[in-house]
Nanobody, 118 residues
């Protein structure tokens, strides 16, 4: 059974940094397309960053140049390094996994709250 557990969220001042982690079991992250989503109150969930099994990465325009998605070389963990955080980055962040070739993500973590204060 696939399980994804996020950690690393918290309260940070505008301009600060956080690194989110997503520990996986029941799946091998480096072999699976993975993504980070976020959902702010009253807003739709949006894809922030994604990485494929061949390390192709994509980012939402709103986070390009500030966020970096990566996988651990040894640990079965997905990361999201977030720099130069802005208040509008405040949201619950989720990691997700999909099968190669599938369009939808089928496994989700429980989410971790990121709050950016001014």
């Amino acid at each position: 059974q696939v399980q994804l557990v996020e950690s690393g969220g918290g309260l940070v001042q505008s301009g600060g940094s956080l690194r989110l982690s997503c520990a996986a079991s029941g799946t091998v992250i480096r072999l699976s397309p993975m993504g980070w989503y976020r959902q702010a109150p009253g807003k739709q969930r949006e894809l922030v960053a994604s990485i494929t099994s061949d390390d192709t990465v994509t980012y939402a325009d709103s986070v390009k140049g500030r966020f970096t998605i990566s996988r651990g070389n040894v640990q079965n963990t997905l990361y999201l390094q977030m720099n130069a955080l802005k208040r509008e980055d405040t949201a619950v962040y989720y990691c997700a996994r999909r099968d190669a070739g599938a369009s939808d993500y089928d496994y989700w973590g429980q989410g971790t709250q990121v709050t950016v204060s001014s």
